[in-house]
């Protein structure tokens, strides 16, 4: 179940941002748009990936809920958490704190609810074992997959991958952000999100070894853009999927609301003495 919620995971978050040649026009519902920005979408995005690009740190709220149904098990999983993050780009460093909710695993079991914490720099990997109260180090030779799969977290790829996208997106501005929205399916998205799902499973050396189709049947994003700094502050995504994975077919529904903040303020995450010695190596 964890390599379901984190392929599903990642190839949400994945797609990042994105009518191209159009000024941005006050967003419906709110304030009075007093600084009236004439820059258009195409402009922004630039912009955008190139402060994206110059990115050293970030610290990110994300709010996940997600409902996975497995005809096939007659099972319907249901999936919260609420996550913070510390995230240095070079070299990769991250902590990540939170709780997470399950509600499902079996008929008539309450909801089971956890809490989870994680460190990790260029050379290991501390995880939280609640359940047992303590910490374990995940080995070594794991590192290379565990890197390249939370290097994701860096948008600069994604952004570029979106591109040929932003015809798609409706393009507003509020006093402080521009606001980039898209209600959309069919095959052109799910295309996109294959590329980028077969892609990060290669990164983990899995590729060959699971089949995976799927077919998005809604996806919404609402993006903050901050008219000053480029940085992107807001990323809420709603997306319906059908998957099917060797065979095995389910639904997911899942709705990821990411918050960021702190920009290039987070000079290096230092994992606690404590953990480092009483940590259980696997």
């Given at each position: 179940?964890?390599?379901?919620?984190?392929?599903?995971?990642?190839?949400?978050?994945?797609?990042?941002?994105?009518?191209?040649?159009?000024?941005?026009?006050?967003?419906?519902?709110?304030?009075?748009?007093?600084?009236?920005?004439?820059?258009?979408?195409?402009?922004?995005?630039?912009?955008?990936?190139?402060?994206?690009?110059?990115?050293?740190?970030?610290?990110?709220?994300?709010?996940?809920?997600?409902?996975?149904?497995?005809?096939?098990?007659?099972?319907?999983?249901?999936?919260?958490?609420?996550?913070?993050?510390?995230?240095?780009?070079?070299?990769?460093?991250?902590?990540?704190?939170?709780?997470?909710?399950?509600?499902?695993?079996?008929?008539?079991?309450?909801?089971?609810?956890?809490?989870?914490?994680?460190?990790?720099?260029?050379?290991?990997?501390?995880?939280?074992?609640?359940?047992?109260?303590?910490?374990?180090?995940f080995p070594q030779e794991m590192m290379t997959g565990i890197m390249n799969a939370a290097g994701?977290?860096?948008?600069?790829?994604?952004?570029?991958?979106?591109?040929?996208?932003?015809?798609?997106?409706?393009?507003?501005?509020?006093?402080?952000?521009?606001?980039?929205?898209?209600?959309?399916?069919?095959?052109?998205?799910?295309?996109?999100?294959?590329?980028?799902?077969?892609?990060?499973?290669?990164?983990?050396?899995?590729?060959?070894?699971?089949?995976?189709?799927?077919?998005?049947?809604?996806?919404?994003?609402?993006?903050?853009?901050?008219?000053?700094?480029?940085?992107?502050?807001?990323?809420?995504?709603?997306?319906?999927?059908?998957?099917?994975?060797?065979?095995?077919?389910?639904?997911?529904?899942?709705?990821?609301?990411?918050?960021?903040?702190?920009?290039?303020?987070?000079?290096?995450?230092?994992?606690?003495?404590?953990?480092?010695?009483?940590?259980?190596?696997?």
């Amino acid at each position: 179940m964890k390599k379901w919620t984190m392929l599903i995971a990642v190839a949400t978050l994945s797609l990042g941002l994105a009518a191209c040649n159009e000024t941005a026009a006050p967003a419906a519902g709110s304030e009075e748009v007093t600084e009236k920005s004439k820059l258009t979408l195409q402009e922004v995005y630039d912009k955008s990936i190139a402060t994206a690009e110059e990115l050293k740190s970030v610290r990110a709220v994300m709010d996940l809920n997600q409902k996975m149904n497995m005809p096939s098990e007659d099972t319907t999983l249901e999936i919260s958490s609420k996550m913070d993050m510390e995230y240095v780009v070079e070299p990769m460093q991250m902590h990540q704190k939170g709780t997470s909710t399950v509600n499902g695993l079996a008929e008539g079991m309450p909801a089971q609810t956890s809490a989870s914490e994680s460190y990790m720099t260029a050379n290991d990997f501390y995880v939280y074992e609640e359940s047992a109260g303590e910490w374990m180090k995940f080995p070594q030779e794991m590192m290379t997959g565990i890197m390249n799969a939370a290097g994701q977290a860096n948008t600069t790829d994604q952004l570029k991958q979106i591109e040929g996208y932003l015809d798609e997106f409706t393009f507003e501005q509020d006093n402080e952000n521009y606001i980039l929205t898209l209600e959309a399916s069919g095959e052109k998205f799910t295309e996109l999100v294959k590329e980028q799902v077969d892609e990060m499973m290669q990164t983990m050396g899995v590729g060959e070894e699971i089949q995976m189709d799927f077919v998005i049947n809604s996806v919404n994003y609402l993006i903050h853009i901050d008219k000053e700094t480029f940085q992107t502050n807001k990323l809420d995504v709603v997306i319906d999927m059908d998957i099917e994975v060797d065979g095995e077919k389910m639904n997911i529904e899942q709705d990821v609301k990411s918050t960021f903040s702190g920009f290039n303020e987070v000079e290096e995450i230092v994992i606690p003495q404590e953990v480092i010695d009483n940590a259980v190596a696997l």
